[in-house]
């Protein structure tokens, strides 16, 4: 049987050592939670990495908004894609769509290839792409070893049905981590219905910090 792992989004270090305590299995590291996640500062990561030794995935994303960059922001990506596997990043957390919200193959596979050997997780700007059918194959082509989803809905529940059907059609060719309001009173629904082993979660309740007993129930309905 398939074991199955948590990943926790933390916009600090406090929610980190949180993470690491209630036994995730690892973390996303990114600011501006307000935003949905950008780039960290890399002294930030390097006080982090100090502090925990479960894997740390960063968020290579240069500001709010949409997901297609400009030239200086993908050299921006580029470069703190560098420092940060550097500096001992795990793996990296990125998407980078096209103006008609198709995956933007050339760049997305670019920043793959600087990242490797470490693993890429493609993230919620999945959740802006038209046929998602479709992008899973590009994604998969481009060599990121996981999707973060909702499924294209408000949250991870709402989008079951969809995270169910991408699961199938990926065939553990390409993990599809379901995210988005993933909660301890949700996450076996999810468990349960989608073929899966990571599943991802802020475990944010109230302000922008984990909560340690979230984690901890998240955890322990994994198991």
């Not at 960059?69 to 001992?88: R, V, W």
Request: aromatic share 8%; glycine share 6%; charged share 20%.
């Amino acid at each position: 049987m398939q074991k199955n792992h948590l990943e926790i989004a933390c916009f600090n270090l406090e929610s980190a050592i949180i993470a690491q305590q209630a036994s995730a299995n690892r973390i996303e590291f990114c600011a501006d939670m307000n935003v949905g996640g950008v780039t960290p500062k890399l002294a930030d990561f390097i006080l982090l990495k100090s502090k925990i030794h479960i894997p740390i995935f960063v968020m290579i994303r240069p500001r709010g908004g949409n997901f297609i960059y400009s030239n200086e922001e993908f050299e921006q990506m580029k470069n703190d894609i560098l420092e940060f596997k550097n500096a001992g990043a795990d793996g990296f957390v990125f998407g980078i769509l096209t103006e008609n919200k198709e995956v933007n193959f050339i760049q997305n596979k670019e920043l793959v290839q600087l990242a490797n050997p470490l693993p890429c997780t493609f993230h919620r700007a999945f959740d802006e792409m038209n046929n998602q059918m479709d992008a899973l194959d590009k994604i998969i082509e481009c060599g990121f070893s996981t999707i973060l989803t909702s499924g294209n809905a408000n949250n991870a529940m709402e989008g079951l049905s969809s995270l169910k059907a991408l699961a199938s059609k990926a065939n553990n060719k390409i993990c599809i981590m379901p995210g988005g309001g993933v909660r301890a009173n949700n996450i076996e629904m999810l468990k349960e219905n989608i073929n899966t082993n990571w599943f991802h979660s802020s475990a944010v309740l109230k302000n922008e910090t984990a909560n340690l007993d979230e984690v901890f129930m998240l955890k322990s309905k994994l198991v």
